[in-house]
């Protein structure tokens, strides 16, 4: 189904937090809040973002430990080096190379996770208003076409200081 965006803009954060009470009570809980300053997580009561950031640099350091094991064992056995009966695999050499691998397997990982689970780069950006940026705050709810009046019904009970809707693409 088809649903356009609808920005609510707020001057207080008391009547964005009313507005946002109200889209609960009516059954519309996937919200998003637009502020130009940091509030904690869930002020506003919007619904609680699900991430798997933490398995990403665990992933990460697996690999980068076993290609790190493979490339030192792989090259010491590849060109075997015998130097006073000591064996072909050398661990202590190994165990350095293979810290190091692990190490940059989970950097890399870690930076990578940070862009997917960060939703980056979005494809679609949504509606936004300049005046966020100097306080007013933001609710922007996408909902089926038929539902647009009572949201921005909604916002204005809830003393939005501007509606704005999502224009209808072709």
């Known amino acids: 189904m088809a649903g356009r965006s609808i920005l609510g803009l707020f001057k207080e954060v008391d009547e964005a937090v009313e507005a946002a009470d109200k889209l609960k009570e ?8 637009l502020t130009g300053s940091p509030y904690p997580e869930g002020a506003f009561g919007e619904k609680v973002s699900n991430h798997r950031l933490y398995v990403w640099p665990l992933v990460g350091a697996a690999l980068g430990f076993s290609i790190a094991i493979l490339v030192t064992a792989g090259t010491q ?4 080096v015998v130097t006073g ?16 691998g692990t190490m940059l397997g989970a950097i890399l990982s870690t930076i ?15 509606l936004y208003d300049t005046r966020i940026t100097e306080g007013y705050i933001g609710l922007s709810v996408v909902v089926p076409d038929g539902n647009t009046d009572r949201v921005d019904a909604l916002f204005k009970a809830a003393n939005a200081a501007d509606v704005k809707l999502e224009p209808v693409s072709a």
């Not at 009516?26 to 809040?33: Q, S, Y």
């Open 26 to 33: 009516n059954g519309i809980d996937d919200f998003e809040v």
């Open 77 to 80: 056995l590849a060109y075997p």
């Open 85 to 100: 009966g000591k064996p072909i695999l050398a661990l202590p050499p190994m165990f350095i190379i293979a810290y190091e």
């Open 112 to 126: 990578i996770g940070v862009i997917f689970e960060s939703r980056l780069p979005k494809a679609k950006l949504g």
